[in-house]
């Protein structure tokens, strides 16, 4: 794996791709071989291209439906096939784009691109064809279309070729470095997606995803917060016969209830107060592509029933509506709750449950993936420097050791927003210690269980220890029962049965 925001926060790089966007008002970036990118130029320049407004848009066209992902990979294939390759390239919804290839050792492994402009020699034509074949479901003014289309570059012969030259200046840098920076590269292990790790635990991971990518079912993602659930979905998608259809997320939580039906299913106009006009709802515009649901314990008992016949006859009934839509849809979804628990609290249909738990994943919590640590955090302070434009930081001996020591409550978040406020209140320095590092100390549960039990009698030692074994493990995977009893090396039904002897269920609100 490259690590594109290391490269991204070279300063000859930065000033380079500076240029291109403030002098030409493109896009400009890095594009990895699956279609990830990061963007180059910094936060100035002119107003960015129509992309901006449309860039969540799937659109179809000769090569079926595409989204902008798509067409980043798309160039990036297209810039390894040799001597058919040309600069000159059209993105998915009909702007055009420059693009050149960065190489390792003859092998093509990603590319620079400058995209959202059109040829000036035939703008209007162009312009035109967008007009008609770009829409945007919540855009229907005419007049602000016609505003978007209106902040479109259009280069000439001149310009192109400058621009052009600039990336190429870029890239000639990028590979002189590719030599110097090679073992970092090399350090970053394996990836699958966005997600990177060395760990045994990361590893069968990808190994998993590789296989569940394949194929079109159902699949649970089961975690703690901040693991990755959403990294984990997109990357199936990705990699999926889907991947050129639209990925769309929605956490079920964060709507309230008497608007997720309308949210995931649409509605009609005057279905209720304030549907002033029809409404297409998120499982329409996942057609061919990924619906992903996050915080699925959430949802309504009442939304359940809906949302299983998707998943049986992949049919649903818009809000108001009388005839039932179809969807070619692949379910994803996530939650950080023990379902089956819910289920026999009913608060989750048993039929829905066993519909969506045809796969089950589970991405490992960091504590478990210690070895991925040093270069998680290495990779995060490159993203958060070249976010902030900041010059290239590193960490400390001592800092590193200080995150290997913590417990990370708040997972692969937590770290990467622990870097993140190290890059902005470290101004310039561009040594991190620990002493800069925020981190609350790392409890001995061991001193606690000591100290609890150092007076008791061994039966009741034993007794207490197993219950506050059990009581801590279940408030730190949220009473995930299943991820309990995996951490603490039983089976769930033992573990239910303890649970149930000692009455914890009691105490998991306080």
């Known amino acids: 794996m490259i690590d594109w925001y290391e490269l991204a926060i070279e300063p000859t790089v930065r000033s380079l791709a500076a240029v291109v966007r403030d002098t030409f008002g493109v896009w400009i970036g890095f594009c990895d071989a699956e279609g990830n990118m990061v963007p180059l130029g910094g936060a100035t320049g002119r107003p960015k291209a129509v992309c901006q407004r449309f860039i969540a848009n799937s659109v179809e066209g000769e090569e079926g439906v595409m989204s902008c992902r798509g067409s ?24 055009r784009a420059l693009t050149l290839p960065i190489s390792v050792d003859g092998e093509v492994v990603g590319n620079v691109y400058a995209s959202g402009f059109l040829g000036a020699e035939r703008a209007e034509a162009l312009i035109e064809k967008l007009r008609r074949t770009i829409t945007d479901r919540e855009l229907i003014i005419e007049a602000q279309i016609e505003s978007a289309l209106s902040t479109i570059p259009l280069l000439d012969r001149s310009e192109r070729g400058c621009a052009l030259a600039l990336l190429r200046a870029i890239v000639e840098h990028v590979e002189s470095r590719l030599d110097t920076v090679r073992h970092r590269f090399e350090s970053l292990g394996d990836r699958y997606g966005d997600m990177i790790g060395t760990s045994p635990e ?17 699949v649970l993602i089961q975690g703690e917060n901040g693991t990755g659930k959403e990294l984990v979905a997109r990357a199936i998608h990705n990699h999926s016969r889907r991947s050129q259809g639209p990925f769309i997320g929605q956490n079920c939580a964060a709507i309230p209830a008497d608007l997720i039906e309308s949210e995931l299913f649409g509605h009609k106009r005057g279905a209720f107060s304030g549907a002033h006009r029809d409404r297409v709802g998120l499982f329409e515009a996942a057609n061919h592509g990924t619906f992903f649901l996050d915080e699925i314990g959430e949802m309504d008992v009442s939304l ?28 994803i979804c ?48 490159n993203k958060a420097c070249h976010r902030h434009e900041r010059a290239r930081k590193r960490l400390t001996d001592e800092a590193i050791s200080r995150l290997l020591e913590h417990e990370w409550p708040g997972n692969v978040r937590e770290l990467e927003n ?9 101004g310039e320095e561009r040594r991190i210690d620990e002493a800069q590092l925020t981190l609350s100390p790392r409890v001995s549960t061991r001193g606690r269980l000591d100290v609890a039990t150092s007076r008791m009698e061994l039966p009741a030692a034993v007794e207490e220890l197993e219950r506050q074994m059990i009581l801590e493990g279940l408030r730190r995977t949220g009473w995930n029962k299943t991820q309990t009893a995996k951490e603490l090396g039983v089976s769930r039904r033992n573990l239910i049965r303890k649970v149930a002897q000692l009455d914890l269920d009691k105490l998991r609100d306080h």
Not at 79 to 90: C, L, N, V
Not at 203 to 211: A, E, Q, S, V, Y
Not at 312 to 331: A, H, M, W
């Open 72 to 95: 980043l990979e798309r160039w990036v294939a297209k810039d390894a096939d040799g001597e058919r390759s040309d600069p000159f390239k059209s993105c998915h919804a009909g702007l």
């Open 202 to 218: 990361m590893k069968r991971l990808f190994g998993t995803l590789r296989k569940i990518s394949r194929g079109d079912s159902t």
């Open 334 to 381: 996530a939650t950080n709750r023990d379902l089956m628990q819910l289920v026999e609290a009913r608060q989750f249909r048993e039929d829905l449950f066993y519909r969506l738990n045809v796969i089950a994943v589970e991405p490992p919590p960091l504590r478990h993936r210690r070895d991925d640590i040093p270069l998680l955090a290495s990779f995060f302070l």
């Open 418 to 426: 622990e870097m993140e406020r190290v890059v902005i209140m470290s």
């Open 304 to 331: 359940q029933v809906k949302l299983l016949r998707v998943l049986q006859e992949g049919t649903f009934l818009p809000v108001g509506d009388s005839v039932f839509r179809k969807v070619d849809v692949r379910i």
